[in-house]
C-alpha cells in the first residue's frame, strides 16, 4: 500500500492529539487533585464517588445534627434529674431530722417549710428548658410542667367570645387511675354525739369552750380509721358536675344523668358520695348499712371507704384489674407550682369557655379522627442511623411525683391540727386555774373539756409522728422513682455514645474510601506528567523530521 505525506501528517496529528489530551488530564489531575472531571471518562470511580458521597453526606447529617442536638437534650435531661434525686435526699434528710421525737411543734414546722421549699424547687426543675423547650413536657416543649404567673396571665387575657367569660384553668374529667397498692390506711378525728353520729369539727369548739355548757368529755372524741385512694390534688370542686364524652360528636358534655363512680376495668363500678370535709363522717357512716359507701372529701382529695368495700376493691385490683376516678378542679382552686394534669392524666381543659368547640382533650392515644396528638406521654425520638432511632425525654410523670406536694399538704394540716389542740389545752387549764371567774359546775364542765382536748392533742400528735416516720420511706420510694428515670436516661446517653463512636468510625472508613476512590497520588501522577511530557517532546521531533522530507528528496 502507498503511503502518502499526507497519510504520515495525518496519524503524526492523531498521535500528537493524543499526547497532548493525555497531558491535559493529567495537568487536570494535578489541579483538582481529583482522578476523573467527567464522568463519562470513568463510570465506574463516578458510581462509587457518589455512593460513598452519599453515605459520608448521612454520616454528617446525623453526627453534625442530629447525634449532636439529641446528646445536647439528654445530657440537659440528666442534669435536671440529678438534681431532682439531690434534693429527694434533702427530703428525707429533712424528714428524717423532723421525726426525732425530741422536737416541738415550732421546731416540725421549721422542718415542714424547709420540706415546701425542697418540693418547691423540685418542681420547678421540671421547668427546666433546652433552647427554650420544656424538657418534661413530652412534644408540647412549649408547655411548662408548673403553672406560673405568667400562665394566669395570658390566660385571663383570652375571653370566650360568645359569653364573655374571663378565660381561666378548669380542668374536668380529670381521671386518675389506681392500682392495689395505691390503697392506704388512713384516719382522722371527729366529735361525735352519744349516737356516734359527727357533730362536726375535729374535736372540741371554740364554742364549747367559751360557754363551758358543752357536754363533750374524751369519749366524744373519735378517731376514725379507713382506707382511702388518695388523689393527686386537694381543693376539688365542692359541686361537682359529671362530665362526659358525647358518643357521637366527641366533645365534652355535662352529664347530669350520671352520678359519681370509682370505675373498674372489668366493667363493673361503686358509686362514689361527695362530701366537703372528712369530720362529717364517724366511724358509723362506714360500718352497717353504709359498710358499702365510698365518700369524695373535695378538700382533702381523699375517697374514704370501710373495711368491707376495701375488700372488695382489693379483690378487684389483685385480679388484675385497675380502678379509674374522674373529678373536676377549675378556677382560683390552681394556684402557682401546682403541677398541669395534663402532664398526668386524661382530663379535658375547658378554661377557654365552657363549650365543646373549645375544650382540649388531653389523652393517651392519637385522636382517632386525625386530630392533633395530645397525649400525657410524648416520646420524642431522633433518628440517628438507618432504622435507629433514640428517646431522648423523660415524662413528667416518670420523675416528678405529685404525692410529694400531697405528703406536704397533710403534713401542714396534721401540724395545724395539733397547733389548735394545744391551744384549746392550754386555754382550759388557765380557765381551770381561775376558780373566781368559774364556779365548782363549770369546773366540772371544764375538766370534761380539758380531758377532751388532751385526747385531742395525743390524736394530732400521734398522727404527725406517724407522718413524719411514713415521710422517711416515702420521700426514698420518690428518690427511687428519679433514680430509674436517671438510669433510663443514662442508658440512651450511653447508646448515643456508642452510636455516635461507630457513625465517627463508618465516617472516617468512608472518606478513606472516598479518598481512596476520587483522589490522585501526586508523586505517582507527577512521574506519569514527567513520562508523557518527554513522550511528546519525542513525537515532536519525529514528527518534524518526517514533514521536512518528501517524495522530491529522493528523486
Known sequence: MRITNQMMDNVSVYNLNTNKA?????????????????????????????????????????????????????????????????????????????????????????????????????????????????????????????????????????????????????????????????????????????????????????????????????????????????????????????YSENASTKAIEPDSTKSYELEFSDGTSFEVELIASDSEKSEADFTGANANKIYLNTTTGNLLFGTERQEEISKKLASGATASFKYNKTGDSWKETDAKPEHYFECYDIGLGKGADNAIKYQNSVDPSGGELLSYRQEINYNVGEGMQVRVNSNADQVFTLDARRDLNEMRDALTTWDEAKKKVARLQEMQEDKMKYDTTKQMTIADLLKA???????????????????????????????????????????????????????????????????????????????????????????????????????
Open 22 to 242: 493525555l497531558l491535559d488530564d493529567l495537568n487536570n489531575q494535578m489541579s483538582t487533585r481529583k482522578k476523573i472531571n467527567d464522568p463519562t471518562k470513568d463510570p465506574v470511580t463516578a458510581v462509587s464517588s457518589l455512593r460513598y458521597r452519599g453515605s459520608l453526606s448521612e454520616y454528617t447529617q446525623y453526627l453534625g445534627k442530629n447525634v449532636t442536638d439529641a446528646a445536647s437534650w439528654t445530657d440537659s435531661t440528666r442534669a435536671a434529674i440529678d438534681t431532682a434525686k439531690e434534693l429527694m435526699r434533702s427530703l428525707k434528710a429533712e424528714y428524717t431530722s423532723a421525726s426525732n421525737g425530741t422536737n416541738e411543734n415550732t421546731d416540725r414546722w421549721t422542718y415542714y417549710d424547709n420540706m415546701v421549699n425542697v418540693v418547691n424547687e423540685y418542681f420547678s426543675v421540671g421547668d427546666t428548658t433546652n433552647e427554650n423547650r420544656y424538657l418534661f413536657s413530652g412534644a408540647r416543649t412549649g408547655d411548662s410542667l408548673t403553672f406560673s404567673e405568667k400562665n394566669f396571665s395570658d390566660r385571663a387575657k383570652k375571653t370566650n367570645a360568645d359569653s364573655g367569660e374571663e378565660a381561666k384553668y378548669d380542668y374536668v374529667a380529670i381521671k386518675e387511675l389506681f392500682e392495689l397498692n395505691d390503697i392506704e390506711s388512713y384516719s382522722y378525728t371527729v366529735k361525735v354525739d352519744n349516737s356516734g353520729n359527727a357533730l362536726g369539727s375535729s374535736g372540741i369548739t371554740d364554742d364549747d369552750i367559751t360557754t363551758v355548757t358543752s357536754e363533750t368529755d374524751e369519749t366524744r372524741i373519735q378517731d376514725v380509721n379507713v382506707f382511702r385512694l388518695r388523689l393527686s390534688y386537694e381543693n376539688l370542686d365542692a359541686e361537682q358536675t359529671y
Open 453 to 555: 382536748a388532751e385526747k385531742e392533742t395525743e390524736y394530732a400528735k400521734e398522727k404527725v409522728d406517724t407522718m413524719l416516720s411514713n415521710g422517711i420511706t416515702r420521700s426514698g420510694n420518690y428518690f427511687d422513682v428519679v433514680n430509674l428515670a436517671g438510669t433510663e436516661m443514662g442508658t440512651s446517653i450511653n447508646r448515643l455514645n456508642l452510636i455516635r463512636n461507630r457513625l465517627t468510625e463508618h465516617q472516617a472508613t468512608s472518606t478513606a474510601q472516598a479518598s481512596d476512590n476520587e483522589n490522585i497520588d501526586i508523586s505517582t501522577v507527577a512521574v506519569e506528567v514527567n513520562a508523557a511530557t518527554i513522550s511528546f517532546s519525542a513525537a515532536l521531533q519525529v514528527t518534524g523530521k518526517i514533514s521536512q522530507q518528501s517524495l522530491v528528496n529522493f528523486l
